[in-house]
């Protein structure tokens, strides 16, 4: 009689343990083991060229707290970083100066049947340089539309030399591209003639520090951290410009973090991750490291304006 309980209760034992391996996924199709979590594994994401700075910081912080970890970032132009994430889930989350449209919105939900995650993280802006040749280093929003439109198209209508102005910028399909065909030019689907594009911002810098007759528009983050090497290179070659807005005439301030923070200067944007990772992956934990305290304070010590910790402003008079 014990031998045949032994017997039943084995029998029971294996089935049981049989059925919960079949539910658990571990015979079934359905089923997918995945190889990483918030804190350890691979994998990639997307970001636009104009925060590669920021989020290299960003990423060697968070693999050398996390030691298991390997972000591997994916620097595009915002339409190629979009395309991306839309692709495949093989690019975790895209770091962007926009949500997504409800457009795209729809296609992740309708199409890809997921709804992706928009976090804000920080606060930038669009930074006009000029050579440091040139005498004419301020302007006003609407002087920026006439240089974008043609009506401006020499330097010494803006105090500077009689040359002709070339715009360049990054690239056709980048955050800043779009941000300022937005902003400056009414949202037309063209640059006008004076206008050329190049392959990234480090491309814009070099040419405007070989060109002095050039105006070139790139991310703040390439010259804001006044602690790394690269943005203090950059700034020994080009000056930015001051820029007003039209409704503070001659207040011409730089892209400064405390203008930045105050809106004061009028090209101020926000950034974005946008995720598409559904489960607590390494995406998932090297984003919620970015809005956390250590990325925004890295974020704040690269002379941005972190969006999900609170910015304290000091005005310091001269006398």
């Not at 930045?260 to 995406?283: D, F, H, M, N, S």
Request: charged share 20%; net charge neutral.
């Amino acid at each position: 009689m014990k031998n045949k309980f032994n017997q039943f209760f084995s029998l029971f034992f294996i089935a049981t343990v049989s059925l919960f391996i079949v539910q658990c996924g571990g015979g079934g199709s359905s089923y997918k083991k995945y190889s990483d979590t918030a804190t350890y594994g691979s994998a990639m994401v997307c970001a636009d060229e104009s925060y590669k700075i920021i989020i290299e910081q960003e990423a060697d912080a968070f693999m050398a707290t996390y030691t298991d970890a390997n972000v591997i970032v994916n620097y595009l132009p915002e339409g190629e970083l979009l395309k991306m994430l839309m692709a495949s889930d093989s690019c975790r989350f895209a770091v962007m100066s926009r949500k997504l449209t409800a457009e795209e919105l729809k296609y992740f939900k309708e199409t890809l049947k997921l709804t992706p995650q928009e976090l804000k993280i920080a606060y930038d802006a669009v930074a006009i340089i000029i050579n440091k040749e040139n005498a004419a280093d301020s302007a006003t929003i609407s002087q920026l539309k006439d240089i974008l439109s043609g009506q401006i198209n020499t330097w010494n209508q803006l105090g500077g030399k009689p040359d002709s102005v070339v715009v360049v910028f990054d690239n056709k399909q980048s955050g800043n591209a779009r941000f300022i065909k937005e902003q400056l030019l009414n949202n037309s689907d063209k640059f006008p003639a004076n206008c050329y594009a190049v392959n990234s911002n480090e491309d814009v810098i070099n040419y405007v520090y070989n060109h002095p007759n050039s105006m070139g528009i790139i991310g703040v983050n390439w010259v804001s951290d006044k602690d790394d090497s690269t943005s203090q290179q950059i700034m020994t070659k080009i000056k930015m410009m001051a820029v007003a807005a039209d409704s503070m005439p001659g207040n011409y301030v730089k892209p400064y973090q405390a203008y930045i923070a105050q809106k004061t200067y009028p090209l101020v944007r926000e950034v974005y991750i946008i995720k598409r990772e559904a489960r607590t992956g390494l995406g998932t934990g090297f984003a919620s490291y970015i809005a956390g305290d250590k990325g925004q304070r890295i974020i704040l010590k690269a002379g941005l304006v972190p969006a999900t910790m609170p910015v304290r402003i000091i005005q310091v008079n001269n006398e």
